[in-house]
């Protein structure tokens, strides 16, 4: 009984939230008050295993089925129907020897045992298992700044850092976010450039309750990748933070920002008029943006605005104390908090002042976490692919007022937007979501980072887990160029042939590595395939074969019928592209009524259409140009700039009607306008995104002038459409994910 105390004594000194935890600044492991308790009654002979009687009770009564284990071993019993279990105990177990109780409605209970023991009493109390809208979501800290165990951080170290620059630390700062949702320009931050570009120079509220954010941002470019200086997405250093390094959560802020563009306030609002900065009393749906992208806002949970994210709701995203704050997920309910992603916040009155004033209560994978200030309830939800399902997962109706989708095509009045996790189901390899993207460390002991505080085994920093056990907090995907998920996520394969001065090129794409499709999650994502032949350091004339689709990119679309000698804008130099189409449809495998049988190829919305060449202008006049050559014959002209084959990182160009093919998941608005973005979608075009496992072929010919021509293909994936970037002035780059040539 005295270690007992002792024990708990440490562990609510050591994790009240004012007070210095283990690591801290002023009381280090090593020191007093920072260690475990191996050394209380060391002197006590021990055998090295002793069986002993365990009674669970819950709420006082015996408890069958409950998950009895030591802590330090993965070995597990099950109290029968009096609550009682007899545990060998392995008394050779590095750091306190206990026995831990682990029940869905209550919190993991501990009992201490000593040599000689025969039994012992762990009694568990059922939780409130209804949401606390009073309780204020917790900050994860930032690496280096989190001085106390206020912040997650403080303790959870490695993941932390793993944690800081992840995309859900930014997903409810990323500027490319707030420009699609408020309909602005982040990177046009004065009036003049604004209003050249089209847009209305205004006053509105600002993301974060005024915190910055833009281009000028070192740490996030505006296609929503790092840099190398890792500033969080706010781009404020050390200026407007308090001591321990984090944003203060501030009014609710407004000023100048420009207006650009379609967004999902103004787009959702009507009431709003003309004026997109529209006052929040006019203000009345939301998109369910904030549902998933901003999670962390206290209150209410869901149908929030996302501009009411402040604070750690704003800088941090998804961040741990939201996620270890789901209590379950239902299959049936909407993205996100508030609907598919049930949260519980703790309702249970503090049992003492160390813990403020709600007795703690987090969700987790594990069965055998015990310290008192984190209140561990096991959920396996945690380890499945459905816990991810909350968010990745979106089928939705028309959402702009007026917008109707066909009843025909889509049965369920409701259009697949985001179909991560249901792709997924599909591929049926055994491996979950977390196994890829929250990849295993090695390095590291347990969650609580037992090799940076060896003193703490036991109670209070947990038992070393057996490695590789520990899941990194990265979700690594293509957004990570070291990542193996994006160096092993596609491969083209390229065949050859050289006949009658044709050289013909069948380039295989293959989904390698991805157990959904690709590319997935965000609909605006696509894959554009470039293939090119040479002979020695001339390029060939693509004269037939597959063509890029008009998601590839460019700067203006003229159809058959309209005069392709008229470009407004054009400049010398300028390439225009024609396409042929076939009549004929490319029956693609693809997802759900894509590749259930539903559609017919035509209803499946890609036209074949083949390279029928290109000229190149060569005098402007006016709007009137003139080319090197006589216009091809076809279906389609693109107007693009001239541009080779890009490298990784390099500024994109329109590669619409070159040689070569793309995949994506095509929306459409009313207007039929193409590729934009799913709270204007009223139809899924297309969509043949590579399955998992999946190939497609494409064929290309060129007019060979050599004996022996060479082929190459480069695959890119492409966050957003170019002409939408273009639009907003996001810094998007060329991301090479496969790049290939012919021997």
Wanted: with cysteine; hydrophobic share 35%.
């Amino acid at each position: 009984m005295k270690r007992s105390l002792a024990v708990l004594a440490m562990l609510l000194s050591a994790c009240s939230s004012g007070n210095d935890g283990p690591g801290s600044e002023t009381s280090g492991p090593d020191e007093p008050g920072g260690g475990g308790t191996g050394d209380i009654l060391a002197d006590v002979p021990a055998p090295e295993s002793m069986p002993v009687e365990v009674l669970v009770l819950l709420d006082g009564e015996p408890a069958a089925g409950v998950v009895v284990g030591q802590g330090g071993r993965d070995e597990r019993w099950t109290t029968g129907p009096d609550g009682k279990v007899t545990v060998i105990v392995d008394n050779t177990v590095e750091g306190d020897v206990a026995i831990l109780a682990s029940h869905p409605e209550a919190r993991i209970g501990a009992a201490l045992v000593f040599p000689g023991m025969g039994s012992a009493e762990i009694e568990l109390v059922r939780f409130d298992p209804t949401d606390n809208p009073e309780y204020a979501f917790q900050d994860p800290g930032m690496p280096g700044h989190s001085p106390t165990s206020a912040y997650c951080g403080h303790c959870h170290v490695t993941i932390g850092q793993d944690f800081d620059g992840t995309r859900h630390s930014k997903s409810a700062s990323n500027p490319v976010l707030h420009d699609l949702y408020s309909g602005t320009s982040s990177a046009l931050t004065d009036e003049s450039k604004c209003v050249a570009a089209g847009g209305k120079w205004l006053v509105g509220r600002l993301p974060g309750g005024g915190a910055s954010s833009g281009t000028d941002d070192p740490g996030m470019n505006m296609d929503g990748s790092m840099d190398a200086s890792g500033m969080d997405a706010s781009g404020m250093g050390d200026s407007g933070k308090d001591g321990a390094g984090m944003e203060e959560p501030g009014a609710d802020e407004t000023g100048y920002r420009c207006y650009l563009g379609q967004g999902v306030l103004p787009a959702l609002n009507p009431d709003c008029g003309d004026d997109p900065g529209c006052n929040e009393a006019m203000l009345t749906s939301f998109g369910g943006c904030a549902d998933c992208h901003a999670p962390g806002i206290d209150g209410k949970l869901g149908g929030r605005n996302l501009l009411d994210a402040k604070g750690a709701a704003y800088s941090r995203g998804i961040h741990c104390d939201v996620c270890h704050h789901v209590e379950s997920v239902d299959d049936d309910g909407e993205p996100g908090v508030g609907g598919r992603l049930r949260i519980v916040r703790p309702s249970d009155p503090s049992t003492t002042a160390s813990f403020g004033d709600w007795q703690p209560l987090l969700f987790g994978p594990h069965d055998d976490i015990p310290n008192p200030f984190m209140g561990v309830v096991q959920r396996p939800e945690f380890r499945e692919a459905r816990f991810c399902a909350g968010c990745h997962e979106l089928e939705r109706g028309a959402l702009v007022p007026g917008g109707k989708v066909d009843a025909e095509r889509w049965p369920s009045g409701r259009l697949p937007l985001l179909s991560t996790f249901s792709e997924w189901t599909r591929w049926g390899a055994g491996m979950t979501c977390q196994s890829c993207h929250m990849p295993w460390d090695p390095d590291v002991a347990n969650t609580a980072d037992l090799q940076l505080f060896p003193t703490t085994v036991g109670l209070a920093g947990g038992w070393y887990r057996t490695p590789p056990s520990v899941r990194r907090h990265v979700w690594q995907g293509p957004g990570f160029p070291e990542s193996s998920l994006r160096s092993g996520a596609a491969s083209v394969a390229l065949a050859t042939e050289l006949a009658d001065g044709i050289f013909t090129v069948n380039a295989a794409t293959t989904n390698e590595g991805a157990g959904h499709g690709l590319p997935s999650g965000e609909p605006l994502r696509s894959l554009v395939l470039l293939v090119e032949a040479r002979c020695g350091d001339e390029a060939l004339a693509a004269v037939g074969g597959d063509a890029v689709p008009d998601f590839g990119g460019y700067l203006d679309r003229k159809v058959a019928g309209e005069d392709w000698t008229v470009w407004p804008g054009a400049t010398v130099g300028d390439l225009v592209r024609v396409v042929a189409r076939t009549g004929d449809f490319h029956d693609y495998e693809g997802y759900g009524r894509f590749g259930d049988g539903s559609f017919e190829a035509e209803d499946k919305g890609m036209p074949v259409e083949e390279v029928a060449g290109q000229v190149r202008v060569t005098e402007v006049d006016g709007d009137q140009v003139t080319f090197d050559g006589p216009l091809p014959d076809g279906d389609v002209a693109y107007r693009t700039r001239d541009a080779a084959i890009p490298a990784e990182g390099d500024a994109p160009a329109g590669f619409s009607g070159a040689p070569g093919f793309g995949f994506a998941r095509v929306l459409v608005d009313a207007q039929g306008r193409r590729m934009v973005p799913h709270f204007l979608a009223v139809d899924v075009a297309s969509d043949n995104r590579l399955v998992a496992g999946g190939s497609w072929v494409s064929t290309h010919r060129f007019s060979a002038t050599c004996e022996e021509p060479t082929a190459r293909a480069v695959l890119l994936y492409r966050r957003y459409p170019i002409d939408l970037a273009r639009e907003r002035g996001w810094q998007m780059q060329e991301s090479v994910l496969f790049d290939t040539q012919s021997e």
